[in-house]
């Protein structure tokens, strides 16, 4: 049981910084939201480049 008991604590030490990082993320719902609009906005550029060098190489025109 030692061995178990040890494990937890340095396990319990590992991830106490990423449960504070995201208890301070879900305190401010304005900060969540930028970050999602941000990367669906980034997401669409990559994905219409992607699509874009894809009709090209396909020899498709975009209309």
Do not use: C, W, Y
């Not at 049981?1 to 719902?29: C, N, T, W, Y």
């Amino acid at each position: 049981m030692m061995v178990k008991g040890h494990l937890e604590d340095v396990l319990q030490s590992l991830v106490a910084p990423i449960r504070q990082r995201r208890k301070e993320v879900a305190s401010d719902p304005a900060f969540v939201l930028n970050v999602l609009a941000e990367g669906t906005r980034q997401a669409r550029e990559r994905t219409q480049r992607t699509l874009d060098e894809v009709k090209t190489a396909l020899g498709l025109f975009a209309f």
